[in-house]
């Protein structure tokens, strides 16, 4: 599945809201939705000015949306699903994020691992999801940009 606007990709995230997902053996469970809108918030602390940090931060787990039951391919679906839509540098991280890490992006895999793991256990206002839509609309208008060059 490849995501073609920023509606798509809102709808998607959306429908994380209530889907449960436990990230360690004896973890607590966590909401899917909740935890991609902690992530993404922390790295706009942490990196403020990184727009497709955050963005791969906050489209993490539409993978268990596009792939359930299957863990290992979730990355590499959630990837194949906004690399259209954000970019090659977004897809890569959520693709690569928490497997191994990137050349010459090591920082940022580790910034995108690092709130990952703080946004399972951190409890604060993230806010809403509607607030991430200028970012969405911003990198695809950007991409879309892009592309037309290629």
């Given at each position: 599945?490849?995501?073609?606007?920023?509606?798509?990709?809102?709808?998607?995230?959306?429908?994380?809201?209530?889907?449960?997902?436990?990230?360690?053996?004896?973890?607590?469970?966590?909401?899917?939705?909740?935890?991609?809108?902690?992530?993404?918030?922390?790295?706009?602390?942490?990196?403020?000015?990184?727009?497709?940090?955050?963005?791969?931060?906050?489209?993490?787990?539409?993978?268990?949306?596009?792939?359930?039951?299957?863990?290992?391919?979730?990355a590499d679906r959630a990837a194949d699903a906004v690399r259209t839509l954000l970019g090659e540098r977004v897809a890569e991280?959520?693709?690569?994020?928490?497997?191994?890490?990137?050349?010459?992006?090591?920082?940022?895999?580790?910034?995108?691992?690092?709130?990952?793991?703080?946004?399972?256990?951190?409890?604060?206002?993230?806010?809403?999801?509607?607030?991430?839509?200028?970012?969405?609309?911003?990198?695809?208008?950007?991409?879309?940009?892009?592309g037309a060059v290629d």
């Amino acid at each position: 599945m490849e995501l073609h606007s920023v509606e798509e990709l809102m709808d998607l995230l959306y429908a994380c809201r209530g889907a449960r997902d436990v990230p360690v053996p004896g973890g607590a469970p966590v909401d899917a939705y909740d935890h991609a809108l902690r992530t993404a918030a922390l790295l706009r602390r942490g990196r403020p000015a990184d727009k497709e940090l955050q963005a791969a931060g906050l489209v993490l787990p539409v993978g268990r949306l596009l792939r359930p039951g299957q863990p290992a391919a979730r990355a590499d679906r959630a990837a194949d699903a906004v690399r259209t839509l954000l970019g090659e540098r977004v897809a890569e991280l959520v693709r690569r994020q928490p497997r191994h890490g990137l050349q010459g992006e090591e920082d940022d895999l580790l910034a995108l691992c690092t709130a990952d793991e703080e946004a399972r256990t951190a409890r604060f206002d993230a806010g809403v999801l509607e607030d991430w839509r200028t970012v969405l609309e911003l990198l695809a208008a950007r991409n879309s940009r892009l592309g037309a060059v290629d």
